[in-house]
């Protein structure tokens, strides 16, 4: 079973940065592949971001130029840098893990099977 806890969230003004992270474990980690999803009120649950076994990302449009996701595997750690904060990105955040032996982790949150419980990101404006 793998768990997955994320930190880093909080109130950020508009233009500001935030760094999450996910630390997974209960499993052999030796490169972590993650995705991040977020979840605004009264919406549904969108794709943020991936990085895939060989380290490559990928972005939802919202995020290009602004997000860059990371990985430490000697931590177990997956992180999601975001700049450039605007309100829209208000939202709760959150890690999750595919099937073991995935090498490239889907866009669709139902190829998800792990997630952790969700960090809260708030972008005044």
């Known amino acids: 079973q793998v768990q997955l806890v994320e930190s880093g969230g909080g109130l950020v003004q508009a233009g500001g940065s935030l760094r999450l992270s996910c630390a997974a474990s209960?499993?052999?980690?030796?490169?972590?592949?993650m995705g991040w999803f977020r979840q605004a009120p009264g919406k549904e649950r969108e794709f943020v971001a991936r990085i895939s076994l060989n380290g490559g990302t990928y972005y939802a449009d919202s995020g290009k130029g602004r997000f860059t996701i990371s990985r430490d595997n000697a931590k177990n750690t997956v992180y999601l840098q975001m700049n450039s904060l605007k309100p829209d990105d208000t939202a709760v955040y959150y890690c999750?893990?595919?099937?073991?032996?995935?090498?490239?982790?889907?866009?669709?949150?139902?190829?998800?099977?792990?997630w952790g419980q969700g960090t809260q990101v708030t972008v005044s404006s």
């Open positions: 209960g499993r052999t980690f030796s490169r972590i592949v």
């Open positions: 999750a893990a595919p099937p073991s032996g995935t090498v490239v982790p889907g866009l669709s949150e139902s190829t998800y099977p792990y």
